[in-house]
């Protein structure tokens, strides 16, 4: 502690009950977490003091952003030193011309592009929280969002980092023109979720913004049908920007919020995106379409403007809010699967989910195979948190079972590592170890996340609420 | 998980547990990084294991030559971000790591590997990454392999990301500036500049392309060959050497030569030497490669 005030300022050490049981927890259902001193560096120079000072001391490090992330990565186990690195929020520098711009991680994702705004250039991973998660944080968890079905996930868009590794050491892997030299320990970094070392500056890709968007919404009287119009888009060669399904609970639940005109008695709704020039875009909304009557689609409507495109995504992004006057309490899941597999998988999570008795609301990036089973429930009912986790387990189960992967988007953190054996064999996963420990060779740097042989954690268990205004 | 397969297990026993050894592809690019040393070579499976055009996936043993490939996915309209010169392999390209020179269009040769099939330094086969076009789970070993010559472990097989060929796809070239090119077109998939010429490659719908091709003739750009490039590699210093044409944006430059190795701070290095250890403590996959000692 008093190394940590000499390394920063009294002013920005915090060790009280309050900022502890704040930075205990993060936006996951996950509670019991112990964070032990808080820090909030301002320099690369002083997260390398936090890092020393934690490390010579024998304590462990979480280095944390704006805590929106789902799997529990930031949860702190045993009183580790929190470097909280919101205060570490400044644009650097914008390079139109090249197309970066290099960033502090506590830079908000949707700042970045606020930023950018007139130069005609974006930052293109677009989680559901980008309101208020930090860069740092998307590379943290190399988040996603509906976007990167076209774009890619947070990794193709992250150029260089400068990273205090768990000794202090302060390096900066990759470069500003994007192809590595020798090791890609850039790209071993970004998904990293805080065991691999604390990123203090990134550099990240500039995406042009499209000279064309069109925003579709596809309405089906079965769930199967807007799989199987999902999969022959991706067959018929054509990647949209974006490609979300909302199952009928969904869409009942936000159409009073929104108002964007959802067929409430449709089985299901797709919302695709097109961008791109003109011509092009022309073309697919024509072949679209076609493989939209031809899969039984009853209406596809093309937003006419910006307003009704706004209100369409607004809908989307309204899930959650809209959800609370069905249940209190929600637990949201995310897996991948094969997009093929889409309607045979999404039954049987409503089998599942029948069995625990729950209610489960299934709006998700189905472009990629991204499933977000949103598992509804009261908390107050006695034994409902069993067969909330048993449903949640039982979905992970089916998706590895279908050749999916376990997370698609909110990684592993603490909430998924017993899963881990599920999707990776020993040898997997002691290839993985392999890396994290020519990281962090003492373990120092966020212990007991993603790997099930990494320390325990067993005090953080329990289910809580998710904030208001989080969408998925 | 490791899928069963009889020619992975022949792969993983070809490699076994002892001994200096290499996988020899293509050896198209057999010098980059230094050569074999001796080491006992073998070679990974070959053959397209699933095309799954509804996933853009596609399963291929690391073996395969990169024409093989693409005539396969072509019959499908699809293709993989990835070039390399005539003969090289799917596994050669990766261990390689240089992007497609279409990289503005196809991204970055990182960004194609989704799942990869290795024997470790240990003779024990693993799996990196995942069969699904999006994935967090765990580590992102699939990136670190890409690029590391073999040192790390040896591919045997590769899921990797296909893509739909673009409908229509034209060189032009002139004596422009590369910037005011840019301005001027929407993700051209290759802009390239020798000093004094500016040559670019547009893709996409015939419309849109036609509309792009029409705005550079205004700006002096016309028709031209795909061109030929230098088989060397360098980067970009702020100047050209003899004969270098640099890919605008990546900080490529094709030369004659390999240039000398690019500098690398000393941290990163001592970080590249623990991984290489981590993963292979007794130093006997590609012995004599170094994946700091090429240019580009």
């Known amino acids: 502690m008093r190394d940590l005030v000499a390394a920063l300022d009294p002013e920005r050490v915090q060790v009280d009950d309050v900022a502890r049981r704040l930075y205990s927890r993060d936006a996951s259902v996950l509670r019991g977490g112990r964070a032990g001193v808080i820090c909030f560096p301002v320099t690369t120079a002083e997260v390398s003091a936090c890092v020393v000072a934690a490390v010579a001391h024998g304590r462990d490090f979480v280095a944390r952003g704006a805590g929106t992330g789902l799997a529990g990565g930031a949860v702190p186990c045993d009183e580790p030193v929190m470097i909280v690195l919101t205060r570490m929020d400044r644009i650097l520098e914008v390079d139109e011309s090249r197309r970066l711009a290099w960033v502090e991680p506590g830079v908000v994702n949707l700042d970045l592009s606020r930023h950018l705004g007139g130069t005609g250039l974006h930052f293109a991973p677009d989680p559901s929280s980008q309101q208020s998660c930090t860069i740092g944080g998307n590379v943290a968890n190399n988040s996603g969002g509906p976007h990167c079905l076209l774009y890619g996930v947070t990794s193709a868009h992250v150029l260089a980092v ?75 060669g054509m990647i949209p920007a974006a490609l979300e399904m909302m199952d009928q609970q969904v869409v009942e639940a936000v159409e009073p919020f929104v108002n964007a005109g959802y067929p409430t008695d449709a089985a299901a709704v797709l919302i695709v995106e097109l961008d791109g020039q003109p011509a092009g875009v022309a073309d697919e909304i024509r072949r679209i379409r076609e493989l939209a009557s031809t899969h039984g689609a009853r209406s596809v409507r093309v937003a006419a403007d910006e307003g009704e495109r706004e209100r369409i995504w607004k809908g989307r992004k309204s899930a959650f809010g809209a959800i609370a006057v069905i249940k209190p309490d929600y637990y949201l899941n995310d897996t991948v699967i094969p997009r093929t597999k889409l309607a045979e998988v999404v039954e049987r999570i409503y089998e599942i989910v029948e069995e625990q008795d729950l209610i489960v609301m299934n709006v998700f990036h189905a472009g990629d195979g991204n499933l977000h089973p949103l598992l509804l429930f009261d908390a107050r009912e006695e034994g409902v948190m069993e067969r909330v986790l048993a449903a949640g387990e039982e979905i992970v189960r089916v998706s590895v079972d279908a050749g999916g992967v376990l997370s698609g988007e909110h990684g592993i953190g603490l909430e998924k590592k017993r899963f881990m054996s599920l999707q990776f064999s020993p040898a997997d996963l002691e290839a993985q170890s392999r890396l994290r420990a020519a990281f962090d060779p003492d373990g120092r740097a966020n212990p007991a996340k993603v790997l099930p042989s990494g320390a325990s954690c067993g005090h953080v268990t329990s289910l809580g609420r998710l904030p208001e205004g989080t969408w998925v | 998980m490791t899928v069963g397969d009889g020619r992975m297990e022949a792969f993983r026993s070809e490699v076994g547990d002892s001994g200096a050894v290499c996988v020899r592809g293509g050896a198209t690019r057999w010098g980059v990084g230094g050569g074999s040393a001796g080491a006992r070579e073998v070679s990974a499976p070959v053959g397209i294991m699933a095309l799954e055009p509804a996933e853009m996936t596609v399963m291929v043993g690391a073996g395969t ?127 390239l500049w020798d000093g004094a010429r500016t040559s670019v490659l547009l893709e996409g719908h015939g419309a849109d392309v036609d509309q792009m091709v029409e705005t550079l003739a205004r700006l002096g750009l016309v028709p031209a060959e795909a061109p030929v490039l230098a088989p060397g590699r360098g980067r970009w210093s702020g100047l050209l050497p003899d004969g270098g044409v640099l890919e605008v944006g990546s900080g490529v430059v094709h030369q004659p030569d390999d240039s000398g190795p690019p500098i690398v701070s000393e941290g990163v290095l001592n970080l590249a030497a623990r991984m290489r250890a981590s993963f292979d403590p007794s130093g006997r996959l590609n012995p004599g490669r170094d994946p700091y000692s090429r240019a580009a």
């Open chain 1, 162 to 236: 400068e990273v205090v590794l768990p000794d202090g050491e302060v390096v900066v892997l990759g470069n500003e023109e994007g192809d590595s030299v020798g090791y890609d320990l850039r790209g071993a970094f970004v998904g990293g979720e805080g065991t691999l070392g604390i990123a203090t500056r990134i550099c990240v890709r500039l995406t042009e913004d499209p000279p064309e968007v069109a925003t579709l919404l596809l309405d089906f009287m079965s769930v199967g049908a807007a799989a199987e119009t999902v999969s022959a888009i991706i067959a018929a």
């Open chain 2, 65 to 191: 030559t990169l024409t093989e490939l693409a005539g396969e996915l072509a019959v499908h309209g699809l293709e993989v971000g990835m070039d390399g010169p005539q003969g090289s392999t799917v596994g050669g390209a990766l261990a390689v790591g240089r992007s497609a020179l279409r990289r503005r269009r196809v991204g970055q040769i990182a960004d194609v590997l989704l799942q990869a099939d290795c024997v470790g330094a240990d003779g024990v086969a693993f799996t990196a990454g995942g069969p699904t076009v999006k994935n967090v789970t765990g580590y992102d070993l699939c990136r670190l392999l890409v690029g590391s010559l073999g040192t790390l472990a040896l591919v045997g097989r590769v899921i990797l990301r296909t893509r739909p060929v673009p409908v229509c796809s034209v060189w032009l070239a002139g004596e422009v500036e590369p910037d005011l090119v840019l301005e001027a077109t929407y993700r051209p998939a290759s802009v």
